[in-house]
């Protein structure tokens, strides 16, 4: 048995456990992590084809060397597809699994993701690991039933990875209002700073020379608030030429 064969038979088949939103070890995602999410993903659906071409050339069987080859391609699909289906479904270390109502409803809602793409999986693995023996109109129809899926399953893997796309969209919306909100208070702080600057220097002139050394750090203090709204509009700025 190869060594992709070996990790295919270990590797689990289970289907995973949605985690709900208020599952403590689910975790917004950042914007680092979406993109691996968005490959991840995407890559779902060059495996998904790739998987069912290596398996048609295995079966149509050819040299040695040349269903060894095909075998050994389709095996690495199908490991690679599994295992990033856990990733994006249950998460790891780093990634934090389905974070969003949105993702949770295109695996595990309507659209049936998740039990669709198990039942792809198993299809393939099954045809991988037929026995000897097995009646050749067997294999041509559990092949014929992969072929015919092909077009489906890219279809929804496409739905899936463009529901990632939008979950980074959001993410990134979030984070430009989270900044313009905090951009928004350093500049309310700086206003009234700058007033209570503007009322102090009015009662250092009216306090006459023992007000003098009290006018100094009004307006040292005034100068720091101009400052401060000029460092946030700076930040603002660039936010908006970022987003």
């Known amino acids: 048995m190869s060594p992709a064969a070996t990790a295919l038979r270990l590797m689990p088949s289970a289907a995973p456990t949605p985690r709900s939103a208020n599952d403590e070890r689910v975790r917004q995602a950042s914007a680092s992590q979406m993109s691996v999410l968005i490959n991840l993903a995407g890559r779902q659906r060059m495996l998904s084809q ?20 095909a075998r050994t391609h389709a095996e690495e699909a199908l490991q690679l597809m599994r295992r990033s289906h856990l990733q994006l479904t249950q ?28 039942r792809f999986m198993k299809q393939a693995e099954a ?17 014929d039933e992969l072929v015919a899926e092909a077009t489906p399953m890219l279809q929804l893997l496409n739905q899936i990875t463009q529901v990632f796309e ?55 203090m005034s100068a720091v608030t101009d400052n401060m709204d000029r460092l946030a509009q700076q930040a603002l700025t660039a936010g908006e030429s970022t987003a």
């Open 50 to 69: 790739r998987l069912i071409l290596h398996i048609v050339l295995l079966q149509q069987g050819g040299s040695l060397p040349r269903q060894r080859t």
């Open 127 to 143: 045809l991988l690991q037929r026995r000897q023996g097995t009646a050749a109109t067997d294999i041509d129809t559990a092949l």
């Open 166 to 220: 939008q979950e980074a969209l959001l993410l990134a919306r979030r984070e430009q209002l989270a900044h313009e909100t905090l951009i928004g208070n350093i500049r309310n702080v700086a206003r009234e700073a700058k007033m209570v600057a503007f009322n102090a220097m009015v009662a250092a002139h009216h306090a006459g020379p023992a007000g003098a050394a009290f006018n100094v750090v009004a307006t040292r």
């Open 91 to 118: 998460g790891d270390r780093e990634l934090p699994g389905l974070f969003s109502p949105a993702l949770q409803e295109v695996f595990f809602g309507a659209a049936n993701g998740d039990a669709r793409i198990q």
